[in-house]
């Protein structure tokens, strides 16, 4: 928003400098981004007068002129425009003087004549669109003064960046509302006559809304016998200074209204519209409209249009019609008021990629009560500025009309939220500085009744926040509260949180990296992953975009996001984890979603960091295996089973994670195709653990202690020799069903496929090719005695008797 110190004058009498007006706005939460000076480059633009034209002897298109500037010398200068003549009074840019375009002024030869300056053009001068010729001055001016000076355009003009909840402050009169209140300034209103006569207005039109919902009030006037033609030079450099463009008297005045009043208007011709009805209602499904930039839109039913008896005129809120515009041949128009939905205004706009002036104003609310005093305001400039005949009263509908919200205030209560010592009578004079009406029933408890244009007041901490802010939040004393906390503090500590914050610290223990995505995915990303099924994910109803248009089922998306970023940045040897809830469909739920926790895992390139003395090894599903072990033993839970599945979305082999015989998880290889989406060039591994199962078996675990081991142990490594479907697992259980009380440890030591090592040929033995099919396992036991030391004799007897127990039990032999 831009706003003009010498129309914010218009309104309360502002006598600081800028820069304290913008560290003011700052403070009280309107933040000014910048302070601009739209007409500086003036300032070494003067008044001259011609005193002689002659035509350029080497140009008959060129003039050759002697301006006198106010000066003992007079300044020629060679002019290309038809309408220069001798006596006028004109704007003359000085050698040195920089134009809006960045062309500096220089003196120069034009054609071997000698021009020292430039009689310039408003649209030179940035003080129009169009010129046929130079600017000519009517009136009676000091020769060689600015025309800063001249025309008063020594104007600062501040870029105020407004938060979506303060529409009241997308205009000058709700700024200077600001001001006033933060200097204790007084607030004037500019006074509106409006000379009616004729038939009455709503005798000439009928207004009908079909959709209350979308537009509480539509209200309307009629002006006849009016002129279209170029704006008073004051209206137009009033736009030019906030950055509009003038076009013609009446939507100069439209433009005006709305950024001193924050209250959209639109023109109709009134002899383009057919009937004498105007209708609110929805679009069909893919009808057509025409808007003002000329450009033909596709609407949806959902579209708010205008109609007249026979055919929509506007857009509602965004655009007009091109079929009703205002031109150079328009004698009488409608001038529309009205109010619309925000919700229905920001959702037109937003998918038409149509965003106006006066839709971005309608998407924050506007002042339903206070549009009858824009309407009246505009009215009265068209009559100055393209005169005509205002047809009595206005044709107005209102199918909901504007309910105040009665908020109770308690000063005690915001001297006990801000901390600070407020009187009562700062409290209502800046409620009631703010257009708020203060009725206090009860000294305890006020009834305060906000203003329609303060639609983001809404409850009492809104009111609250409103004091503090004019008292100033930058005058509140930084003071630390008192915090006193105990060991016994740390049980009302949220055990999901405590839990969750004890896997981060395995986490980063174990050198993972920790990452952190949104909650949200696209369908179309959970289609590549093979989740199609509608059942299993939650849709937004307002998603911010189509990438997210879903609440995740599971973190497996967002790791592999993350999987994505990295080795698009060269990053290619991963290790990184991520603790987050995921959302399920739960009818059940008092919001609709379950939100169970999650651990995710993800592995990637080398093994060891890069370079000398580190081996060039590659992560192996062993690797996070191992993990998920690590972490079961750090959380002091049983080990876990796995059990393949056979089909799985994402891995392939993939394997789930059983934990005292209930799922927690799985575990397994990304498939080739989703991995290579990812830019993985190597085997990509994925782990996602249900931490709710673990934090409900660490909770039920009671923690036991078991005297340290004082005699030493006694080792022995026993290779055993089978076939290839003898698996480890098996020979380790035989080892355990043996029943030795003196076995406190068995440990898989190395395994070696003597076939990955023979290659069998028409040649090769007989011996060889059975070796070819065998494995070998190095187990190394562990033996101990917890009252004595054991003796080397004992122990060889205990392994002998075992390794003859093996044998009876299995298929194997020993090397």
Known sequence: MFLSLNWLREFTPYEGTSEQLADRLTMLGLEVEEVIRPFAHLANVVVGRVLDCDRHPQSERLSLCRVDIGQVKTLP??????????????AVAKPGSELPDGKVIAETVIRGETSQGMICSEVELGLGEESDG??????????????????????????????????????????????????????KLPRLNVHEEGPDCSEAVTIVIDEPELCPLYQARIIEGIRIAPSPAWLQRRLLSVGQRPINNVVDVTN?????????????????????????????????????????????????LIHDAEKAVALAGVMGGANSEVTARTSSILLECAVFNPISIRKTSRRLGLSSESSYRFERGVDQPGSKLALDRAMALI?????????????????????????????ERARKLLGLPLEDAFCRDTLEALGCKVAAEDQKAWQITPPGSRRDLEREADLIEEVGRCYGLDRIPAVLPRLSKSLDALKTLAPNTAFRRRVKHWGRGLGLTEVINYSFVSTQELALLGIVDDSRTIALRNPLSEDQNVLRPMLAPGLLQSVRHNMTQGNTSLRIFETAVVFQPESASETGANEPSRLGLALTGQRYPEGWPCPVEFVEFADLKGMVEHLLRHLQLPEAQYRTLPEHSICLPCAEILLNGEVCGWIGRVRTEIAEQCHVRRELFLAE???????RF????RPTFKALPVFPPVRRDLTVI??????CVKIIEAIQAAGLDLLQNVVLVDRFLPGAQIAVSSRSSDADSDKANEVRHTLRLTYRHTERSLTNEEVDQLHQGLCSFLQEQLPIRFS
């Open 256 to 304: 005006f209204i709305l950024m001193e009043w924050g209250q959209p208007l639109h023109a109709f011709d009134l002899a383009l519209l057919a009937g004498k009805m105007i209708r609110v209602g929805l679009a069909r499904e893919g009808q057509s409209f025409e808007t003002l930039d000329g450009r033909t839109r596709t609407l949806l039913s959902s579209d708010l």
């Open 134 to 187: 130079i600017m000519v001055l009517d009136g009676h001016y000091n020769l060689g003064h600015s025309l800063l000076r001249v025309f008063d355009l020594n104007d600062e003009v501040l870029n105020v960046s407004i938060t979506p909840n303060r529409g009241d402050c997308l205009s000058v009169l709700g700024l200077a509302r600001e001001v006033a209140t933060e200097f204790n300034l007084p607030l």
């Open 383 to 411: 009559l100055e500025t393209a005169g005509g005949k205002v047809m009595r009263g206005v044709a107005l509908n209102q199918p909901r009309p504007w309910q105040s919200p009665v908020i109770s205030f308690r000063p």
């Open 77 to 90: 200068i060679v002019c290309g425009a038809s309408n220069v003549a001798k006596g006028q009074l004109v």
């Open 698 to 701: 660490c909770e039920q675990s």
């Open 722 to 727: 089978s076939d290839l479907d003898l698996t």
């Open 689 to 695: 653990i249900d931490l709710d199962l673990l934090q």
